[in-house]
Structure formats: structure tokens, C-alpha cells
């Protein structure tokens, strides 16, 4: 089947540190990855996407390389800011078949000043 | 312009009642998408529509749950006899079209079901 892996949470890190958040997948055809997030008190919003193999999607500083000899997607940024506090999904779409977003679980992540 | 809408924004419920979810989604988009949070089970989806068709139900839970879209663009999830484990939010998404692009998510609608 399909399915969607994330690092586990809540991380927590201080303003400026280096953000990781790690995320895998099993897909039976050739997906589409996506990283969405949910800030506090609001709604789901894209954030990047990469649509093949070896594509960086990148967006307020996020970036995320589509990696599928690893079947991997990590969401990295280089220095995290408190207005990054969060929630982050990671989740696939096949071209084919299903039409439907595959979700991890969520990572929530606080920031600290 | 307007993003996607769902009313209610809240809605509590006794068990054994019915209750309806409305989604607007955003003006010319032909694809539609239920998904459901809980903390149990995540980002669930539930189903999805091209014009007003539904070609994959697979997601609907039970047969309490079911869902149309009319003209194209307003769709309602009906939730017959609630039940405590369908206390959640359901979110609404829409998008320009199937495939692997951007689904644009409303507010979502926190069903509580006492």
C-alpha cells in the first residue's frame, strides 16, 4: 500500500538551529510529495512540492529534496524562526489511480526565542 | 480571491443525530476532497469528487457516512447517526483539477459528538 512515515515529535529547538524533519514513504506508483503545514489556529497550507525524482522544492526558506533511491523527503531550513512554530505533514499523490493526499502523522515543532 | 469555506465552523451533536457539513470550494475548481483529523488516526481521507462525481468512496468510514456535490461546486458530508468516534475535524480541499497538484484546504468543521 501507500503510506507516509515522519519523524516523530514534538521537536523543540531555539531560534536559529538547523531544522531536520524526516520523512519516508511507500508508494506502488511514482508519487507526487508535498510538505504542508498548519500553523496555530489556522488551516492546512502547501509549503513545497517536488513532482519527480531529484526535484528541491523550496519556500520560506524550507527546502526538500525528492529522493527516491532513499524513498525520502526530509523538510530541512538552515535557521529556524519562532513564527515557524507548527505543525508539518508530509504526504504523497499518485499520478495514477487513487486521487487522494497520503498523510504522516505531523511533526509538531516549537521554536523557542 | 475567496480560498475554500466549510460552515459550520463547530458543531456539537448528541449521539444517534444526523448531521450535515457544507464546503465551498474555490470558484473553477473541478476537484474536491474530504479528509478528517483526529488525534487517533491523523489525516484520514474520506472521499473525493471530479465535476459531481464521486469515483472513490473508499475512504467513507461506515455507511452512515456519505456525500454529494451539486452543479459542480458546493458538496455536503452527511453523517447519519453519529457515533462519539466521529468526533473530529473534517476538512474540505479543493483543486484546479486530479492530480498531483495543490489541494487548498478550508478551516475545517470540529464535529463533537457527546
Known amino acids: 500500500g501507500n503510506s507516509v512515515t515522519q519523524m516523530e515529535g514534538p521537536v523543540t529547538l531555539s531560534e536559529e538551529a538547523f531544522l531536520t524533519i524526516n520523512c519516508t514513504y511507500t508508494a506502488t506508483g511514482y508519487p507526487s510529495l508535498f510538505w504542508y503545514v498548519q500553523y496555530p489556529g489556522e488551516g492546512l497550507q502547501l509549503l513545497l512540492k517536488?513532482?519527480?525524482?531529484?526535484d528541491k522544492g523550496s519556500n520560506k526558506g524550507f527546502e526538500a529534496t525528492y529522493r527516491k533511491e532513499t524513498t525520502s523527503f526530509h523538510l530541512e531550513k538552515g535557521s529556524v524562526q519562532v513564527s515557524d512554530s507548527a505543525v508539518y505533514f508530509c504526504a504523497l499523490n499518485l499520478i495514477q489511480g487513487a486521487q487522494k493526499l497520503v498523510f504522516g502523522q505531523g511533526t509538531r515543532l516549537t521554536i523557542n526565542p | 480571491g475567496a480560498g475554500v469555506s466549510q460552515s459550520p465552523s463547530n458543531k456539537v451533536t448528541e449521539k444517534g443525530k444526523d448531521v450535515e457539513l457544507r464546503c465551498d470550494p474555490i470558484?473553477?475548481?473541478?476537484?474536491l476532497y474530504w479528509y478528517r483529523q483526529s488525534l487517533g488516526q491523523g489525516l484520514e481521507f474520506l472521499i473525493y469528487f471530479q465535476g459531481n462525481s464521486a469515483p472513490d468512496k473508499s475512504g467513507l468510514p461506515s455507511d452512515r457516512f456519505s456525500a454529494e456535490r451539486t452543479g459542480g461546486s458546493v458538496s455536503t458530508l452527511t453523517i447519519q447517526r453519529t457515533q462519539q468516534e466521529d468526533s473530529a475535524v473534517y476538512l474540505c480541499?479543493?483543486?484546479?483539477?486530479?492530480?498531483?497538484?495543490?489541494?487548498?484546504f478550508g478551516p475545517g468543521t470540529r464535529l463533537t459528538v457527546l
Open positions: 517536488a513532482t519527480k525524482a531529484d
Open positions: 480541499a479543493s483543486s484546479l483539477r486530479l492530480g498531483p497538484n495543490e489541494q487548498f
Open positions: 470558484s473553477g475548481h473541478t476537484a
